[in-house]
């Protein structure tokens, strides 16, 4: 293998155009009733590339990707990588605000815009400084007249390219996501080819992915596991499957109808199927590969998965978006079933990359508890433009000169075997009455007395701090039984003040648990 080959291997780009050409004539996506062949997608991403290039708008800028979950979106997606730039989603469900915000913070000039996004596209628009070129599969006339400042390319016409050539690096950004901050700013998060291409790298290694499968895509574009479907799925020569309704109700039937093999999704996703009794006995049993991440997985969810799927495979994947994805593995089957406090343990670190466990105050390595720092080729950088936010998160640790650790703010336990155990967030660690409490240790407790995985305890410091716990399900208790229950498994101060009954937990827009709407809902 000469050098290029060897850096085209790291360039995202590459692959996906190898992938094109490969299974030119094999299904890549299908959303509802309509299918569309690699063949097709290659086209497309071939003239939106062009587009791209021929724009001539910030050459070194990711490109905007605004729409839906369309074949439109998907091709931009890919025309914007074979243009050797990054792709940067923006979501047709956030505030206006915000998507313009993401957008001014990255520095785009190019918005690809599918046929949906018109509403959200105006809003954009208005009264922005900004000159953009923006490509649609649509007819431009209006918009050319509606915003004469900015510069659209219809894509309505024949494919007018050949081919495009592709100069992207290992280095460069292959794409950019914003996650929520702590200042109420969004961080941005711009990962590598090298990056990407080391996960891919993994996963393609370690489960046998292959033209056959059917890959389920339930995650929203903003959200970083979307990649994971896009391209293992691509890579592999498999379709991936778009739901047209995603609630947890249709996915059931999603599943079957669709023949999904490949499944991932978060826990509360799970967890909201198996409120509504539909993780029966091999309901699911055509999945062969389960895999969940994005937030700790009960274990009931994975045991009621496990019986849904006929015994076989269920993945516990964990990473933050600033390490790729997912960064460490844990297989739940019959035989292998470690948790603690009711989670899943998250297992060990992808080969090639690295953790290390430190004590928060001193940074000093900690012995077998401690704040999960992770390092390696899938660990970015640096957040975008935010020196101040990089300097706090990516560290330089005593006994490893030169190295760039990521610090999760995750607590985490590591037993013998090497396996590591999600405790809680660091700021899940409150105090009460001078002790140090992990709400989800409470979580843990409650989950085993009142037998549902809707928990979600929170610090209210309205008057004085006090615990204040949240649960959803079909419950055969009330509040004293709970409290009961709780103080024959918890020290008295991290009995809960209060537990309040809900009929559903508010999601944030990734389908997690949100804590902070919970804590809100304290106020009003």
Not at 469 to 479: I, R
Not at 485 to 494: A, D, G, N, R
Request: with cysteine; proline share 4%.
């Amino acid at each position: 293998m000469n050098k290029n080959t060897a850096l085209n291997k790291e360039v995202l780009a590459y692959r996906l155009r190898e992938a094109f050409l490969k299974y030119r004539d094999r299904t890549a996506i299908q959303i509802g009733n309509q299918a569309w062949t690699y063949g097709d997608l290659h086209q497309k991403a071939r003239t939106i590339s062009y587009s791209i290039q021929q724009s001539s708008g910030g050459e070194n800028t990711p490109v905007a990707i605004l729409g839906a979950k369309t074949f439109m979106t998907y091709a931009g997606i890919c025309g914007s990588l074979l243009a050797s730039r990054a792709y940067m989603p923006l979501n047709l469900k956030f505030p206006a605000k915000r998507n313009h915000k993401m957008l001014a913070m990255s520095g785009a000039r190019c918005i690809i815009a599918d046929e949906g996004s018109e509403n959200m596209l105006s809003q954009l628009l208005i009264d922005d400084t900004v000159s953009y070129r923006i490509v649609v599969d649509s007819d431009m006339a209006k918009w050319s007249a509606e915003y004469p400042e900015h510069k659209f390319i219809s894509l309505m016409g024949d494919d007018p390219a050949s081919g495009t050539e592709i100069h992207a690096l290992p280095g460069d950004i292959a794409y950019l996501l914003f996650t929520s901050g702590s200042t109420g700013l969004p961080k941005g998060v711009p990962v590598s080819n090298e990056n990407v291409c080391a996960y891919l790298d993994h996963m393609m290694s370690e489960w046998a992915f292959n033209e056959d499968d059917r890959f389920s895509h339930t995650f929203d574009l903003t959200f970083d596991l979307s990649v994971h479907d896009m391209m293992v799925c691509w890579l592999s020569g498999a379709c991936l499957c778009v739901p047209e309704d995603d609630s947890p109700f249709r996915l059931a039937s999603y599943i079957r109808d669709n023949k999904i093999s490949v499944w991932f999704s978060v826990p509360s996703v799970a967890v909201l199927m198996h409120k509504m009794r539909l993780l029966k006995k091999d309901a699911f049993n055509g999945l062969r590969i389960s895999f969940f991440c994005g937030e700790a997985l009960p274990v009931g969810i994975a045991d009621q998965w496990l019986e849904a799927v006929g015994g076989k495979e269920v993945v516990n994947l964990y990473g933050p978006s600033e390490t790729t994805i997912a960064i460490s593995d844990y297989s739940w089957n019959a035989e292998n079933k470690k948790s603690k406090n009711g989670i899943v343990c998250l297992g060990k670190a992808f080969d090639g990359q690295k953790f290390m466990l430190i004590d928060m105050d001193t940074l000093n390595p900690a012995s077998v508890e401690g704040e999960l720092c992770l390092g390696g080729s899938q660990v970015i950088d640096a957040y975008l433009d935010d020196d101040k936010l990089t300097e706090k998160y990516f560290v330089q640790l005593d006994g490893h000169p030169g190295e760039i650790w990521y610090r999760t703010g995750d607590l985490v336990y590591e037993d013998k075997d090497g396996d590591l155990f999600f405790l809680g967030r660091a700021d899940s660690e409150v105090k009460i009455s001078g002790y140090r409490v992990n709400l989800f240790e409470i979580d843990a407790a409650i989950r085993k007395a009142a037998g549902t995985e809707m928990v979600a305890s929170v610090l209210h410091e309205k008057i004085s701090p006090a615990i204040v716990s949240f649960v959803s399900g079909n419950l055969s208790m009330g509040e004293p039984e709970i409290i009961q229950s709780c103080k024959k498994e918890l020290p008295w101060y991290m009995i809960p003040e209060r537990i309040i009954f809900v009929d559903e937990m508010p999601l944030n827009i990734n389908g997690k648990i949100d804590r902070n709407k919970l804590k809100q809902s304290l106020n009003e």
